[in-house]
């Protein structure tokens, strides 16, 4: 313990230089395990996009690109469903609920989802969480529209307000549908997932601002006014995807096999947690380089270390003689330099946590509302104390160098002044 009480001494009488040591320590370890949260808490948040739906089905493709457009709002479907395809899948009687979803238009670069009532009554997030209304209620109306937390966040919507949708997904420069503006009657609370960022509409509403377009433009001198939309059939023809909940978990394969094997039209149904774990190999790549990027941040933080102690080898190298003098041994030495490495480490490691604490606290509001992500405060996890551990070893291993150069230096060396 006397060693412990003399490195720490000796630290303090460095503070100044080993201070600004420990800060570039703390801050590599920061970044570390803010990776490695994000990390985590990104992939909870990926893969509770959706949960309770068993399969996810849409015209025949990949998997992952049908479950990126019918549930992440990426990309286009490559053919749409027919109507009565999904009418025969809803009416199966292994089939307890199921949610039609037409995309393919857009609000101020937002997505417009076409959908039924069930939507808001069967559709699942996170640990089967409901969706819930911060304010209003579900469409009813023909030309009522449901917000995203998001949605009505940035844009500054609420109850009341008129909105114009426009044909096609993109940015600027979209042909409008603007002699059929909806009224929003509803805001969602916010999820985190998709559906914030997402603008809720009826499936024969999305019928009725199309009766007078054709090829994706309006036809050329005809025009339906709202007021007599409803003189038409407004029942869909077509949707993009669909969501399905089984009576029976036991019965997913066998219905998807059926799905699969539709005679009507080439079909594709997805286990949608299958799908995520192949979409997230996808992105994981990005991840481990993050992660091997912020290892090699630690890592140059704690060379930064040693090259500090070894520079200030030379002032203390008469400090080191006079132990010797008095008594202490060459393995004495090889602690002391040692230990005082390994205390700024543990040190930069602890003060790291609780810049992480800090930080989570701050943009935890700002990336859930901005980003969807849900970022927790919480205790270290096991893969976080792990890291923390390689961080504290490595650390060690990078104390032994000053501590073994200082142990190579002489009694004589340290008191014979040079000319």
């Given amino acids: 313990m006397q060693w412990l009480a003399l490195a720490a001494r000796s630290a303090w009488n460095r503070r100044l230089t080993l201070g600004l040591t420990l800060a570039a320590v703390a801050l590599s370890v920061t970044l570390l395990l803010g990776i490695e949260r994000v990390r985590r808490d990104a992939r909870a948040s990926f893969a509770n996009s959706i949960s309770g739906t068993d399969l996810v089905v849409g015209a025949r493709t990949g998997p992952v690109q049908l479950v990126l457009y019918a549930v992440f709002r990426i990309g286009a479907a490559t053919n749409n469903i027919r109507w009565d395809a999904f009418r025969a899948i809803a009416d199966d009687p292994a089939v307890a609920w199921s949610i039609p979803l037409s995309l393919g238009d857009s609000h101020r670069g937002f997505p417009v989802l076409g959908t039924t009532p069930a939507y808001f009554e069967h559709f699942r997030y996170g640990d089967r969480r409901a969706l819930e209304f911060s304010a209003g209620a579900p469409f009813h109306g023909l030309f009522d529209a ?11 919507y609420r109850r009341g307000d008129r909105i114009i949708l426009s044909h096609g997904i993109g940015g600027a420069g979209l042909p409008e549908h603007a002699d059929k503006p909806f009224t ?24 009725a601002i199309h009766l007078d377009w054709q090829g994706g433009a309006p036809v050329p001198g005809f025009s339906i006014p709202p007021q007599y939309v409803r003189k038409f059939d407004l029942s869909p ?51 481990r380089t993050l992660l091997a990027v912020s290892a090699m941040v630690v890592a140059v933080g704690l060379a930064g ?79 976080e ?17 000053p501590g073994y150069r200082a142990y190579r230096l002489s009694l004589a060396d340290g008191l014979t002044p040079r000319l």
């Fill in 184 to 207: 929003v009657v509803g805001i969602l609370a916010p999820t985190g997932t998709p559906v914030d960022r997402t603008v809720h509409v009826s499936l024969e509403a999305i019928t």
């Fill in 385 to 401: 104390l792990r890291l923390l551990g390689a961080v504290v070893l490595v650390g060690l291993v990078a104390s032994l160098v």
């Fill in 146 to 156: 449901v917000l995203g937390a998001e949605v009505a966040d940035r844009l500054g």
């Fill in 237 to 287: 023809k077509e949707i993009t995807a669909a969501l399905v909940g089984l009576k029976s978990r036991a019965a997913v394969f066998r219905m998807q096999r059926r799905i699969d094997d539709y005679a009507g039209e080439p079909l594709l149904a997805v286990l949608p947690g299958v799908a995520l774990d192949q979409l997230w190999e996808v992105v994981g790549t990005v991840e």
């Fill in 305 to 383: 270390l040693v090259a500090v102690i070894l520079a200030g080898l030379n002032e203390r190298r008469r400090e080191l003689a006079i132990l010797r003098s008095v008594g202490a041994r060459p393995g004495d030495i090889f602690l002391l330099l040692t230990v005082d490495g390994l205390i700024v480490t543990v040190l930069g490691c602890a003060v790291g946590v609780l810049m992480l604490a800090a930080l989570t606290a701050a943009v935890r509001p700002f990336a859930q509302s901005h980003y969807g992500l849900g970022i927790h405060l919480q205790l270290l996890s096991l893969p």
